[in-house]
């Protein structure tokens, strides 16, 4: 059942009122809760090894099938932001951290752990960027900056336009990485990529890995490292 099952009932209920029945016997039941884990990797900084970056998406889905979009697409491009700076050798002045989360889709128990751990470790955040909003072609970030701000990192866009994204705009971050806001006052954003299609696949029986375009996943994962080299490099 998702949304495109809704729509097509209530299609049904509208032009067939008296000739509708809906017969639905649900199965789900809460389980009790088992240990998860945030999965984390890092770049050291050279300058500043003390203030982080942190990208990441969620490494949980649901039941009916891989979640190779929701969020395995946002899971390898985080891990593709390290990679690529690593393979060309850039030494980032602060520390890069992929982070994958736990549980995003049953609480967001991940994130918060995340951003609390950080509180008490006395770590300082400048962003937390997220990807879970499947891996299609790129289009904006969003980012929680001040307008003065977003209107200072302006001219970025035509270094990430080749790539696809061609809007900084206003916004938070994902379910995942909000929490850096509020528990560490990070920047926080997103990948926006072009969503006409993310809700065929979302939390549904097809969301496997045929349904991911290789090509629109690796220009979302560049844009993300060209940003985060940005933002390594010149601040926010
Ligand atoms: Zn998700």
Same mark, same amino acid.
């Given at each position: ?152 990192? =302006? ?27 509020? =528990? ?11 969503? =006409? ?40």
């Amino acid at each position: 059942m998702g949304l495109r099952d809704a729509d097509r009932l209530a299609e049904q209920l509208k032009t067939n009122p008296g000739a509708t029945t809906v017969y639905m016997r649900s199965g789900a039941h809460m389980l009790p809760d088992t240990p998860a884990h945030n999965i984390i990797g890092e770049l050291k900084g050279t300058e500043f090894p003390d203030q982080y970056i942190t990208v990441g998406g969620h490494l949980d889905s649901w039941d009916p099938a891989e979640g190779a979009q929701d969020d395995g697409a946002g899971c390898v491009q985080s891990i593709e932001v390290l990679r690529a700076l690593k393979a060309i050798g850039y030494k980032p002045r602060h520390t890069i951290r992929v982070v994958l989360f736990a549980n995003e889709e049953n609480g967001g128990r991940g994130g918060r752990k995340y951003a609390e751990a950080a509180k008490d470790a006395g770590e300082k955040h400048l962003l937390g960027l997220e990807s879970d909003n499947g891996g299609f072609t790129p289009r904006a970030f969003t980012l929680s900056l001040s307008e003065d701000k977003l209107a200072a990192i =302006q001219p970025w866009i035509s270094l990430l336009k080749p790539y696809g994204v061609y809007e900084l705009e206003h916004g938070g971050g994902g379910s995942d990485v909000n929490p850096m806001a509020r =528990q560490l006052n990070a920047t926080v954003g997103e990948l926006r990529p072009d969503s =006409q299609r993310y809700f065929e696949y979302h939390h549904a029986r097809n969301d496997v890995l045929e349904n991911v375009n290789k090509r629109e996943l690796e220009m979302g994962a560049v844009n993300m490292a060209a940003l985060i080299y940005l933002v390594d490099k010149y601040g926010l």
